[in-house]
């Protein structure tokens, strides 16, 4: 079965650059969510996005940002990297067939972000 | 607030002995829970989820685990641990209308050959 796609799997940018980071859902999911996860830490929510549409925001400092394209896969741009934003950082994405019901996240691989 | 909460950090267990990991959420109402496991460097696996119903799921890989309210409580349970089962489990919780999941700290396992 086709799972949650993420890339690139590795990246590596010194302080201050910037970073993209891509998100293919699950086919005929619509729901994409996004999750950071620190050495030894759990996995935090940062933002999420229904039909193209932001449908929550977590801890996600104001140099994030995400947005949901038309064919469903999602973009999050990181501006100003700092040493902490060194993280591994997941998508998962869902079908919610009544907009308000969230069904189950499935998650990618991950991206592994290093700041040097 | 909403939390959720693994209160073993570490684990080890013998091949072949029973697992049980706890997880224990702090909701206003029941939420939907899950479990998920992660490999060293990989991604996160469901491995089970309750949304309503029978207390007991069934998951993959041979695990079951036990909704209990009561309790306040979703612990994660297998008969008989393999070597293959050393990872990191995590247990998650969101409410209905909410999508974002909480996590709880996770459970490192260690398996013993």
């Given at each position: 079965a086709a799972g949650v796609i993420q890339s690139p799997r590795h990246?590596?940018?010194?302080?201050?650059?910037?970073?993209t980071l891509k998100c293919y859902p699950i086919?005929?999911?619509?729901?994409?969510?996004?999750?950071?996860?620190?050495p030894g830490q759990d996995p935090q929510f940062l933002i999420s996005f229904y039909e193209k549409m932001q449908s929550d925001k977590g801890s996600i400092p104001d140099r994030f940002?995400?947005?949901?394209?038309?064919?469903?896969?999602?973009?999050?741009?990181?501006?100003?990297?700092?040493?902490?934003d060194s993280a591994l950082y997941f998508c998962a994405s869902s079908?919610?067939?009544?907009?308000?019901?969230?069904?189950?996240?499935?998650?990618?691989?991950?991206t592994r972000l290093t700041v040097l | 607030a909403q939390?959720?909460?693994?209160?073993?950090?570490?684990?080890?267990?013998?091949?072949?002995?029973?697992?049980?990991?706890?997880?224990?959420?702090?909701?206003?109402?029941?939420?939907?829970?899950?479990?998920y496991v992660q490999s060293p460097g990989q991604g996160l696996q469901l491995l089970l989820k309750y949304f309503s119903g029978d207390t007991l799921v069934q998951g993959i890989k041979g695990f079951e685990a036990e909704?209990?309210?009561?309790?306040?409580?979703?612990?994660?349970?297998k008969p008989s641990v393999?070597?293959?089962?050393?990872?990191?489990?995590?247990?998650?919780?969101?409410?209905?209308?909410?999508?974002?999941?909480?996590?709880?700290?996770?459970?490192?396992?260690?398996?013993e050959l």
């Open positions: 990246l590596i940018k010194e302080k201050r650059e910037t970073a086919p005929r999911h619509d729901t994409v969510y996004w999750y950071q996860q620190g940002s995400a947005q949901q394209f038309s064919d469903y896969h999602s973009e999050l741009n990181m501006s100003s990297l700092e040493l902490g079908f919610s067939p009544s907009g308000g019901y969230t069904d189950t996240q499935y998650f990618g691989p991950g | 939390s959720v909460t693994q209160p073993d950090i570490h684990i080890t267990v013998s091949e072949g002995a029973s697992l049980e990991l706890r997880c224990n959420y702090s909701y206003g109402a029941t939420p939907y829970l899950f479990w909704f209990k309210r009561s309790q306040s409580s979703f612990n994660l349970r393999h070597w293959s089962d050393a990872a990191e489990y995590f247990c998650a919780a969101f409410t209905g209308g909410g999508n974002k999941l909480t996590f709880g700290t996770g459970t490192q396992l260690k398996v």
